[in-house]
């Protein structure tokens, strides 16, 4: 099979990088932001950061059928990428900058931009997912380049994460507010260079076998039809995580207990209508609920994100307020992403020697152990704290490297069993968990703090909240890793299955290729 050159690898790995200048800074500084110095409670943005994301991923999964039938002479996903860039930037910006309005225009400001900067990231980032999946059939290649990728993504966090704290300090000059507003405009800069690299050296190359393609009108119409599997079970899980009583609870039970019983009804209509109606998005849908690796992918990238978004999440609140020294958390976040990067470039030998299920499962638990280790060490001893955090990230660099290549064997299966592929589809799920999973854990910890009394903008609030801070950064996050190790182990594509189906597919393919020929 052929090779990726490495300038390839490297131009794609580009375009996490500039992702991640959006991504890595709102995981870690916009609810800090939020409520010390925009100025919101702690309650309202837990509610906005859910609200937000929860609905963002429903964008997830449309932008992924709508990507999966573009048809352009670049491809079906680089196009995306470079015309969602300039709004990308544009909210970027507007997202960290506090305008002059009462506290009810502030909160719709922060609902306004807020969406338009996942919209946009929606649009720009479900394509580059996806991208990977067609670039190569090699799965060793696709390990390989996910590590690369996640290597710019780290790349990128260590920009934003790393120095925004000083680039504040320096723009803003005592003025927190201004010093966002104009950071966020030399990272916006360095973004757009970076994707348009990324797409100028990239290529499309899987072309799946298309067996029948409705109109898009069509596809659009069955879609509007499956927006309710999507909508509802969204909107109780975000009813139950706000109100959090017996009633949201019965609802919750009682909806999703309806959804499971809809759904197996829908298969077994399927099954018994085995004539097929074509590649419409209901086909999509089933196939999705029936493919046993997605669905346990899907759980599974929510729970890491939520270990990761929570310990990162928490980390500017922790440095302020329990070592006392918000500049340091720019080092840390360096210390972390340099770790983070050889942690991703080690996964793919990594996963060769071990396998790439094992593998995630002893990242899993061995970061989870040593997460735990947070709750005992003073605030003082910030050698401790860097040690134990730069360990810990190591083993959590590989989850997300693991789980796009992972996604990308999900595709297969899919192709393999069904005669279908949906790429786009499937990797707007990794980006929809990671997207939920970031709405939940950013609702979580800022419920905790609100739990435990915080207020940004009252300073006898803090000291009542440091044990909140200390479990954010300790146990609440490595219970969520420990689940994910426990899911892990019933994940049923092995190295062995994976080299056969690779094998079938290329058979598939190159014999579908002769007969258009």
């Known amino acids: 099979m052929m090779k990726l050159p490495l300038y390839e690898k490297v131009g794609y790995a580009m375009g996490d990088a500039a992702a991640n200048l959006v991504w890595r800074g709102a995981l870690a500084y916009l609810a800090v932001f939020y409520t010390d110095t925009f100025g919101l409670a702690a309650s309202a943005a837990a509610m906005l950061f859910l609200v937000v994301r929860l609905t963002d991923g429903i964008t997830d999964i449309i932008m992924g059928m709508i990507a999966d039938r573009t048809n352009t002479s670049w491809g079906k996903f680089r196009p995306w990428i470079f015309w969602s860039t300039p709004f990308l930037c544009l909210f970027m910006v507007l997202c960290f900058t506090t305008p002059n309005l009462s506290d009810d225009g502030k909160l719709i400001y922060a609902y306004v931009t807020y969406i338009g900067l996942t919209l946009a990231y929606t649009v720009n980032n479900v394509p580059y997912s996806a991208l990977m999946g067609v670039m190569t059939e090699d799965d060793d290649e696709r390990t390989s380049l996910s ?11 260590l920009f ?8 504040v300090k320096y723009f803003g000059d005592g003025d927190d507010a201004i ?8 990272f916006a800069g360095l973004l757009f260079a970076l994707m348009v690299i990324s797409v100028a050296t990239t290529k499309e190359r899987v072309v799946p076998v298309i067996k029948q393609q409705k109109s898009f009108s069509s596809e659009l119409k069955d879609l509007s039809k499956q927006l309710l599997f999507i909508l509802i079970p969204l909107a109780v899980m975000t009813a139950f995580f706000h109100y959090r009583n017996w009633l949201s609870g019965l609802v919750f039970v009682v909806v999703m207990s309806t959804m499971i019983w809809f759904i197996k009804r829908l298969l ?18 089933l196939d999705l609920i029936t493919n046993k690796p997605w669905l346990i992918l899907l759980g599974l990238g929510f729970l890491t994100m939520m270990f990761n978004g929570i310990k990162y999440g928490v980390i500017a609140y922790y440095f302020k307020y329990f070592v006392g020294d918000e500049l340091l958390a720019g080092q840390y976040f360096i210390g972390l992403l340099v770790v983070s990067i050889l942690g991703a470039l080690c996964t793919s030998f990594l996963a060769k020697k071990l396998g790439r299920k094992k593998l995630f499962i002893i990242a899993l ?4 152990v ?14 401790a ?3 134990l955090g730069c360990s810990a990230e190591f083993f959590a660099a590989m989850m997300p490297t693991l789980f796009f290549s992972m996604l990308g064997d999900s595709a297969d299966y899919n192709e393999w069993l069904n005669g279908r592929r949906a790429t786009g589809l499937i990797y707007s799920a990794g980006t929809f968990v990671q997207k939920t999973g970031s709405g939940f854990a950013g609702a979580l910890m800022l419920v905790v703090l609100a739990g435990y009394g915080y207020d940004g903008m009252d300073p006898s609030t803090v000291e009542a909240s440091l044990p909140g801070m200390a479990l954010l950064m300790s146990f609440i996050p490595a219970a969520f890793g420990v689940m994910g190790a426990i899911l892990m182990m019933f994940y049923p594509i092995t190295d062995q299955m994976q080299t056969q189906m690779t094998a079938d597919l290329i058979a598939r393919r190159n014999a579908a290729k002769q007969i258009t020929e």
């Open 147 to 157: 590590g690369f990728r996640f290597a710019g993504a780290f790349m990128g966090g």
């Open 268 to 285: 077994r209509k399927n099954k018994e209508n085995s004539v097929a109606e074509g590649s419409g998005v209901q086909q999509d849908m």
């Open 160 to 167: 934003v994460m790393g120095f925004l704290p000083d680039l």
């Open 370 to 383: 040593l997460t735990c280790g947070f709750f005992w060490i003073p605030g003082q001893d910030v050698t």
């Open 365 to 368: 638990l061995l970061s989870s």
């Open 179 to 186: 010093g966002y507003q104009y950071t966020m405009y030399a």
């Open 385 to 387: 704290i860097f040690v």
